[in-house]
């Protein structure tokens, strides 16, 4: 089994990236979509994914393609596997929904956030229930001190110290602005993850809006 691999990133797009390894060698590597988007400013530098590799099946189960599926920690890898023993999601579904960083959806699961969850690609409500029902006493050790946590939750804070909640009451009010959660979620995650930390709830809104406009 390929448990890591390392390279010169190529390229990248949604759900795979390209590594140039030795004697002219090339690997695509799946990855999920939110990897994808902490990667694409890396392109030509030395990156290393944590590994997984499986069987693809192809044309009703005809054809078996081996595929390799890489994560940024050892972290995200063991929250993969848990994620797709739910029923209902395989690999290539698991990748595809991750499209929020391991400790959100793992704060979503633990805090029966299906709204959260329903905001991932291919997670319906139906889904968000399941993954709820089967995981949300199972992914403590994943959840650490996730900025989205329910607001007043005082479990963890921020890098800066601050209590978690602003991002989730900024969550909340951006959502009823009428934007995607998901990507809400990820524009407010670029915010409290800058040198610059916002000070008050307005002050990350703001920034999220200039964001979004590309100021």
Not at 66 to 72: C, H, I, Q, S
Not at 91 to 113: F, P, S, V, W, Y
Not at 145 to 151: D, E, L, Q
Not at 180 to 197: C, L, N, P, Y
Request: charged share 20%; with cysteine.
């Amino acid at each position: 089994m390929i448990a890591r691999i390392a390279g010169i990133l190529e390229s990248v797009d949604e759900s795979s990236v390209t590594l140039a390894g030795e004697a002219g060698m090339a690997y695509e590597v799946l990855v999920p979509a939110y990897t994808g988007m902490r990667l694409g400013g890396q392109i030509g530098q030395r990156v290393e994914l944590h590994t997984l590799c499986y069987l693809d099946s192809q044309n009703q189960g005809a054809t078996l393609l081996p595929r390799l599926a890489g994560f940024l920690s050892p972290a995200d890898r063991q929250f993969f596997d848990l994620f797709t023993s739910c029923k209902g999601i395989g690999n290539r579904k698991g990748l595809r929904a991750m499209a929020l960083e391991t400790t959100q959806i793992a704060t979503a699961i633990a805090g029966r956030d299906a709204a959260v969850l329903q905001s991932l690609p291919e997670i319906g409500r139906r889904t968000a229930e399941t993954i709820i029902a089967t995981l949300h006493d199972k992914v403590d050790a994943f959840v650490g001190a996730s900025a989205f946590a329910p607001a007043g939750n005082d479990a963890g804070k921020s890098a800066s110290g601050r209590p978690v909640g602003i991002a989730r009451e900024a969550l909340d009010l951006i959502v009823q602005l009428g934007e995607d959660r998901t990507q809400a979620i990820q524009w407010i995650d670029h915010v409290m993850h800058s040198d610059e930390k916002p000070r008050d709830v307005q002050q990350l809104i703001a920034r999220v809006y200039q964001i979004k406009s590309g100021t």
